[in-house]
């Protein structure tokens, strides 16, 4: 994307965001549970992302993983996961995680020159972690509640305060920056590599799920807590309703 | 799918282990059991089945496997919890089957799933007490070319032995889950087609592996 069709997509999300954010009647934060008012929108929506990734990106995601040889797929993962980390430093920054936030600026460097311009995740290599933390979740340690939940067209499953970190990537992420002529193809690239490392998770929820809708979206939403909490969620996300047996 | 991006993918293989870790060996009730041994137990049969599964076959893996998941989960429990409140409106027979269709699509789960070795490991963590009797055991499988998956075992004790409730794998709990997922179907078409699809399932699993 150029800074024109950049600033287009980035209004089009923000749009996006604003007008469901005003539609949505958001409740209370109830914890855990993030309730689902819109089920019917999300189900039309969830059914349209399934049909799109079944007749297009699905294939398209299986024919790159038989074509390129797995070291060649190991790289290109590494070169997106480098580029999209600025966004993963801004974020620990934002949440106050600023030991995180150098040790990442350390990792990009490290990775950027010694890594080959990020196909070789050197920085792992030596013991440098890796993070994951996006907008939504920044939202989430200043203590927006999660708001109600929502699967986006093209983008999958959503809240209505995590559904910000879509235009914060884009503003964060290099190619936001770039011409077209390199930002469309790797744009392209690393959407068909993001579907294929989760070509495991989506066979997985096909072969396992009655409701295949219900599934995606309850994993989503718990496996999103534990990502805001970095793994360490309080305690009483493990109790369960029922008493013990007598 | 976009959104569900970069670190899911560990998530719902995490998933997959949640929905797949139900062995263990046969073991006698011991009054001073700890749920901490429920759980090495169930792991050490884990990683037997794996590094036997071809020589097993489904069949022989879900031989060597029923017993085990019948002594380490309390597949009872489990099926009353997965149900909510429809466990009460239900007879004592369906109440039956569905201990017993639940049972069968467990191990036979993991039996088509835990199809291969490829030199993963269990490590303990911790465990440490939770609300009402509870334990909570946090372990990792280790995969030798991939990120560790963080799995907790929630157990309780039940005639002198601790016995595994709900697994939770980097944060996604399979009794949720469940219980999320069969409530919708219950929901919309009825307990007798929750059954119906259970059975469908189980012999997908035989078919497929």
Known sequence: MDRGTGRGALALSLLLCVFISACATVPADKGVETPDPLESMNRAFFSFNDTLDKAILGPVSRGYVKVTPEPARNGIRNFFDNLGYISVIVNEFLQGKFENGFEGIQRVVFNSTFGLGGLVNFSSAIGIQQRYEDFGETLAVWGVGPGIYLELPFFGPSTSRDMFSIPARTVTGPLFYVDPVISIPLGAVDLVDTRARLESAIRLRDETALDPYIFQREAWLQRRRNMIFDGNPPPEDLEFYAPPPQ | ?209
């Open chain 2, 1 to 209: 799918m976009i959104g569900f991006r970069k670190r899911s993918e560990c998530t719902v293989l995490a998933v997959v282990a949640a929905l797949i870790l139900f062995f263990a060996p046969p073991m006698a009730p011991a009054e001073n059991a700890k749920a901490q041994d429920t759980v090495d137990r169930l792991h050490s049969a884990l990683i037997e089945v794996m590094k036997n599964a071809d020589a097993l076959g489904f069949e022989g893996r879900w031989k060597t496997l029923a017993p085990v998941v019948t002594d380490s989960y309390d597949l009872a429990y489990i099926s009353e919890i997965v149900l909510g409140r429809e466990w009460d409106k239900i007879s004592q027979d369906d109440r039956r089957q569905m201990i017993d269709t639940f049972t069968r699509l467990t191990v036979s789960t993991y039996a088509a799933r835990f199809d291969g070795f490829s030199g993963e490991s269990f490590r303990h963590m911790e465990e440490k007490p939770m609300n009402r009797g509870r334990m909570l055991v946090r372990t990792e499988l280790v995969r030798p070319a991939d990120e560790p998956v963080h799995l907790d075992y929630v157990l309780h004790e039940k005639e002198g032995q601790w016995r595994i409730v709900n697994v939770v794998a980097e944060g996604v709990s399979d009794l949720s889950l469940k219980r999320a997922d069969y409530g919708s179907i219950i929901k919309q078409e009825g307990f007798k087609k929750l059954l119906e699809k259970l059975e469908t399932q189980i012999v997908a699993l035989r078919a497929g592996a």
